[in-house]
Each structure stands twice: as structure tokens, then as C-alpha cells.
């Protein structure tokens, strides 16, 4: 392998966020020397330590999102798990008692174990759906995002939930030594993440399902269990999402989540995950996720409308896409 193709195979995504950053930066450079900015916000901790807060929802999602595209699936359900795990969260910590029956404000570990079981049983669903009836994780999971979309509604018939503990909002708002806890527990499920699918059984298994699902059939590896765990991990952190986006808000919102499933397969895309499976590594989607986040930050500074915001970020997971071929190629 010619050593530019390697530099490209192995750290692309990497040199992509780089180069970003350059152009972002330099884009806000202009603006100081033509006088119209006083600093270059966007190189200041702060607004990097931002792009972390802002990208730590989506950056978990992606992880769950990897796992299963890796495996050979897909997930698009996960923005609605998310709302569901939520709204479980917010009604189990809420001082409004005319909610839902069981509304209250209990213990910190009631309303997140509840969301986190919410999260499970949604994602053994879809595993258990396309596992068990081979059903296209497509469809399969687009009944999910319905079902569960309508099930966040139907909890309180349609209306948010305020008044929020304090502690559960901690979760969102508050900070360990000057650090955003999301960012923290982004971090954490990272690490776990990465220690799941590098040095693991389970992790080896996801691989070699969706490389040759056949294949690791005929060596004697349960897909279908694999395919189970997949989508488990992916509700599971679906839950995780939705109770920082709950603390962060400050509500439950029927509506959240909305369209979070794309952003997860783009940052997962992005990264070098192939659609195909089989191919992929959790340090290319968390670059994947930065490369999304900095655009977003950056096109906001430097105050580009959001629909054409819409159209750059489209371009970029086309672009994603279309070089994917030439991934596989080159490991071939």
C-alpha cells in the first residue's frame, strides 16, 4: 500500500478535523483583520471546551450507532428512544404530581434506571426483531422510531415535563473539576466503549458478523445473540442521551430526539464506519462527531444561515459515503 494511501486509510479523519479547524480558524482570522472582531473566538478554550458540551449527546449516540453499523445494521430509531428514555426520566423526577400516575420526585437512581430500561428494552426489540424474523434493520427500526415516538407521547398526552429535581439537572448543568459532566460521562462511554469492541469476545464478534455473517455463522458464533447485543447497547446509550438531554433542557419533551438518528450515522459515516460492516473504529466516529460539531460551531460564528448549514453537512456525508468504497478496497 502506497504510504499516502496508509496516511489516508489510517488518520483521514483525523487530517479532515485538522483541516477544519484551519479553515475555520482562518475564516475567523479575516474578520479580526478586517476589524470586525476584536479576538479569534473561535481558538479559545472555551469555545472548544463548547464543541465538546454540544457534540456529547450526538457523540454518544454515534457509539451505539457504530457498534450496530458495524454489525451490518442500522438504527434509526435512536432519536426516538431517546425522547422515550427521557420523558421516563423527567416523570420520575418532576415535582408535578398530575403528570402521569407515578410522577414524583424520587431518588437520582429511580428516573435513570428507569430510562437506561427504557433504552434496553427498546434496543432488544429491534435486536430481537431482526434477529428473529430477519427483517431489514431499515424497516425494523423505522417501526421503532414510530412506535417509540408515539409511546413519549402517549405517556403524558403530549405534553412536556417541567419542574425538574435539581439533581437529576446536575447531570446536564453542572460540572466536575470545571468540566461539563456530559462531557465526562461522554468520555466514559467512550472509554468502556472502546475496551467493549477492541478487547473483547463480544467486540471480535460484531466485527466478524458484519463482515461475513455467513462465515461467522459457520464458525460457530451466535449472530443473531450478536445482533441482539448490538442494538441493546445502542438503546442503552440512546437512554444515557436522553437523560442529559432532560437534564440539559430542563424538561421532557415529547419532540426531542427529533432527527438525532441522522446525526449519529453521519458522525459514524464520517468517521470511516462502512455501511456495508464490517469496517470501522470508535476513534474515527469520535472524530467524526468533532469534524460535525466544529462545523456547526464554526458556521455559526461566523453567522452562515442554518439551511445552509443543512446543505454543507449533506455534502460532507455524501462525500463520506462516496470515498467509503475506496476504504474497503484498500484493506482488500
Known sequence: ????????????????????????????????????????????????????????????????????????????????????????????????????????????????????AGGVVCGAFNGWVVSRFRIQPFIATLGMLLAARGATMALTGGNPISSLDARLRWLGTGRIWNVPVPIVIFVIVFAVAWVILNRTVLGRYVYAVGGNERSARTSGIKTGQIKIWVYVISGLLAGVAGIILTAKTGSGQTNAGSSYELDAIAAAVIGGTSLSGGVGRLSGTLFGALIMGVMNNGLDILGVESYYQLIIKGALILTAVIIDPSRKAADS
Request: one cysteine or more; hydrophobic letters at 55%.
Open 1 to 116: 500500500m502506497r504510504p499516502a494511501l496508509r496516511l489516508a486509510k489510517n488518520y483521514g479523519t483525523v487530517l479532515a478535523f485538522v483541516l477544519l479547524c484551519v479553515l475555520v480558524g482562518l475564516a475567523c482570522q479575516c474578520r479580526v483583520m478586517k476589524g470586525q472582531w476584536e479576538e479569534n473566538v473561535f481558538f479559545t478554550p472555551e469555545n472548544f471546551m463548547l464543541i465538546l458540551y454540544q457534540i456529547s449527546i450526538n457523540g454518544i449516540l454515534a457509539i451505539g450507532m457504530t457498534f450496530v453499523v458495524i454489525s451490518g445494521g442500522i438504527d434509526l430509531s435512536v432519536g426516538s428512544v431517546l425522547a422515550f428514555a427521557g420523558m421516563l426520566a423527567a416523570s420520575f423526577s418532576t415535582s408535578s404530581t398530575t403528570v402521569t400516575p407515578w410522577s414524583g420526585t424520587y431518588t437520582l437512581a429511580v428516573p435513570i434506571l428507569f430510562a437506561l
